[in-house]
C-alpha cells in the first residue's frame, strides 16, 4: 500500500494508531476482530491472508525457535 509509517495506515483506514503500533512493535498480541479490520484495509479475505505460503512461513519460525 506504500505506507512509510504505520501511523499514516492507522489513520487513513481509522485505526486506532496506538495499537495499531503496538501490533506493529509486537509488544502486544492482535485479537482476531482486529487482524480481521487490518485484513479488510488490504482488501483481502483471510482465506487469502492465511493461503499459499502460510505453511512455508510457519515451517520457518519453527526452524528459528529455540531448542529446550
Known amino acids: 500500500l506504500g505506507y512509510s509509517n504505520p501511523d499514516k495506515f492507522a489513520y487513513d483506514y481509522e485505526l486506532n494508531r ?3 503500533g503496538k501490533y506493529e512493535a ?3 498480541n ?12 488490504f482488501g483481502i479475505t483471510i482465506e487469502e491472508f492465511f493461503g499459499e505460503g ?5 515451517s520457518a519460525i519453527q526452524m528459528k525457535a529455540p531448542v529446550q
Request: glycine residues 8%.
Open 18 to 20: 496506538s495499537q495499531y
Open 30 to 41: 492482535i485479537t482476531i476482530r482486529s487482524l480481521v479490520n487490518i485484513i479488510n484495509c
Open 54 to 58: 502460510y505453511g512455508e512461513a510457519d
Open 26 to 28: 509486537g509488544s502486544t
